[in-house]
C-alpha cells in the first residue's frame, strides 16, 4: 500500500515539476509581436466646392472683309494728264484725295460757253420785261378790248424766262462735267486696282479701278446652337473683342450691329456682323487689320448666377462623387448647362461645401467609408494606433 502512494506521488511531482518548467522556459523565451493594425479604409483627396456667378464668353470664326467697294469709272471722256501716288495696287488713299484728273479745258469752255448763253439770257428777259411793263403802261388808255395777252407782251416774257432757265441748267450741267475732270476718293480706301495711265484716253463709263471702303470693315461670323441659348438679351451694339493667333497676332474692339435675320440651311446656325473702324489704322497707332485675315471674335454672353465650375475629368455621366460628412462616398447627378475648355458649368445636383472628390479608389461605391487625404482621422484614438496604409495608385498619380 505504501509502494503505491509513493508510486503516485512520484508521478504527481514530475508532472507539476514539468508544469513549471515549462512556464519558466516560457517565460523566458521571446515576447510574441503584436499584429500590426492595417488600415483598409481607402484615401481620397477633395476639394469643397462653392457656388460662383459666372460670365458666358462666346466666341465665332470669320473672315474680314470690306463694308462696301467701288468700281470705278469715267464720268467724263478725256486724256489722263495726272493721278495720284498711292493710285495704285495696295496703296491708301484719304477721303477727298483726287485719284486722277481728266484734261479739263474743253469742259471750262464749256462752262464758259454756259455762262455766256446764260447771260445772252438774262438781258433778253430784261429787255422783255421792260417791254411789257411799258405795254401795260399803254394799256391803261386804250378799251379793254384791244388790250390782249399778245398786247402785253406776256409770251414773249415766258419765252426769255424759259431760255434763261435753260442756259441755267446747260451751266449748272458744263460746271458738273468741269467737276468731274477730278476722280475723288468718296471714303477712306484701299486702292485695289488701277487701270488707267497718264496720257491715257479714256472714254465716259470706262472702268479705270476698284476700291474697297478702310473706314469700317466687317466680320461675318456664325453662332452655334449650343451657343444660342446665352446670347444677351440685347445684342445689338455690344462690344466685342476681334483677335487674331500667330506670330503677328493683334486684338482690335469692334461692335456688334446686326445679324443676318437668317438660319443658315447647312449649318443650321445664325450668323452675326461684327463691324471694326479703322481697321487699315491710317488714323490710329493700333495695330492694321488686313481684308482677308481670318479672326477670333468674343463677346459677353448672359450670366449665369449660382452655378458651379468643374474639371470634365471629374464627370462621368452626368455624375460626380462626393465624400459626406460621415466620411463616406456618395454619387450626385448633376445638371451640365454649358461645356467651356477643359470645364462643365452645373447647375443643380450640388450644394455649397461639397466635398468634391479629385481621386477616386479603384472600385468606388455608394457608402463606402474613406479617408480623407491630410484630414485626422476622427476614428484614431491615439497616435501610437495610427498605422501607414501602401497609397493607391490614384493617389501616387
Known sequence: MNKKWIKAGAAIFTLVLGIVGMN?????????????????????????IHSLNHQVKIKG???????????????????????HPNFVSGGLVKRGDVLFKVDPANYEAAVLQAEAALSSAQATLIEERGRADVAKREAKTLPNAKVTDLYLRKPQLLSAEAAMKSAQAR???????????????????????REIGKGQNVNQGARVGEIYNIEVAEIIFPIAGFDSAFLPNQLLGLAADVSTDGRYSFNRP???????????????????VVQVEDPYSINSNLPKMQFGNYVTVSFDGQRLNNVFKLSQDLVTNNSVWIVTDENKLDMRNIEVIREEA???????????????????????????EVLIAGQKDIKTKDDSDAVSVEPTNAEKE
Not at 472683309?65 to 489722263?80: D, F, M, W, Y
Open 254 to 272: 469692334g461692335k456688334i450691329v446686326r445679324d443676318l435675320g437668317v438660319v443658315d440651311s447647312s449649318t443650321r446656325m445664325t450668323n452675326i
Open 342 to 368: 477643359d470645364y462643365f458649368i452645373v447647375g443643380n445636383g450640388l450644394e455649397n461645401g461639397n466635398n468634391l472628390v479629385l481621386t477616386l479608389p479603384e472600385y468606388p461605391q455608394k457608402n463606402l
Open 61 to 83: 470664326h470669320g473672315e474680314v472683309i470690306p463694308v462696301e467697294s467701288t468700281i470705278l469709272s469715267a464720268q467724263v471722256s478725256g486724256e489722263v494728264i495726272s493721278w
Open 24 to 48: 519558466v522556459i516560457g517565460s523566458s523565451g521571446p515576447e510574441e509581436e503584436e499584429k500590426e493594425v492595417v488600415e483598409t479604409r481607402p484615401t481620397v483627396k477633395v476639394e469643397s
Open 171 to 193: 451751266l449748272k450741267l458744263a460746271q458738273r462735267d468741269l467737276s468731274y475732270c477730278e476722280v475723288k476718293a468718296p471714303y477712306d480706301a484701299l486702292v485695289v486696282a
